[in-house]
């Protein structure tokens, strides 16, 4: 089975701190993903990465940045917390790209934020 | 631009009855890929089930089965024999030609015992 791991379930920050969100993928997947979930939004892609040191800006990727130094590890980093950022963070990783039974995007149990 | 549009907040079922959660998306595309995900309560979000446009059969996984209507771009998902465990957050999803995924704002589904 497809195991992706958050750094943390739970995070208190306060604003204006860097805070780093880390995710792990033991299935060397390709692409990882990072999205943000609020309630009556659904979710919302912030970073993806197709592949090592590969970035590519999603929908809202304002105020964040990521790295993906390896295969299996993709961090999202806020740079200067705000409490706008106060949010549930979850990570997800795919093989493959569309087209293929491999683009089921896997996910991780999330890490929910909170800005003060 | 693509959206995805999930009509109803929250619906409930008894326990053992049959459930539809509506769909629908917005593509000028012909070849695209369809999601339904599952989030249940502090847990992971899981795939429930996938459909690919240019298949015309309905795709179904146990008691997870889709009406995919192509000319209606309109996607809902039937759940037959509902159990307690199927309580959790639905979000429909939509995909082309890249990695991403469009997303719905979800269906909380509650079970009634």
């Known amino acids: 089975d497809v195991k992706v791991t958050q750094s943390s379930r739970y995070l208190v920050k306060r604003t204006g701190e860097k805070v780093f969100l880390e995710c792990v993928q033991d299935m060397d997947h390709e692409n990882m993903f990072w999205y943000r979930q609020d309630p009556g939004l659904g979710l919302r892609l912030i970073y993806f990465?197709?592949?090592?040191?590969?970035?590519e800006k999603g929908d809202i990727p304002e105020g964040y940045s990521v790295s993906r130094e390896k295969k299996e590890r993709f961090s999202l980093i806020l740079e200067s917390a705000s409490t706008n950022q106060t949010s549930m963070y979850l990570c997800?990783?795919?093989?493959?790209?569309?087209?293929?039974?491999?683009?089921?995007?896997?996910f991780g149990p999330g890490t929910r934020l909170t800005v003060l | 631009a693509q959206t995805v549009t999930q009509s109803q907040p929250e619906m409930s079922v008894q326990e053992a009855e049959t459930v539809t959660l509506s769909c629908t998306y917005d593509t000028s595309e012909s070849d695209y890929y369809l999601f339904w995900y599952k989030q249940p309560p502090s847990r992971q979000m899981i795939l429930v089930i996938r459909q690919e446009a240019y298949k015309q059969q309905n795709a179904t996984e146990n008691r997870f089965s889709v009406n995919f209507q192509k000319a209606a771009k309109s996607f809902s998902l039937k759940i037959s024999d509902s159990q307690l465990g199927d309580a959790a957050m639905y979000f429909c999803?939509?995909?082309?030609?890249?990695?991403?995924?469009?997303w719905g704002a979800g269906t909380k589904l509650i079970i009634k015992p």
């Open positions: 997800a990783s795919s093989l493959s790209e569309a087209g293929s039974s491999t683009d089921t995007q896997y």
């Open positions: 990465s197709y592949d090592v040191k590969m970035k």
């Open positions: 999803a939509y995909m082309y030609s890249n990695y991403q995924l469009i």
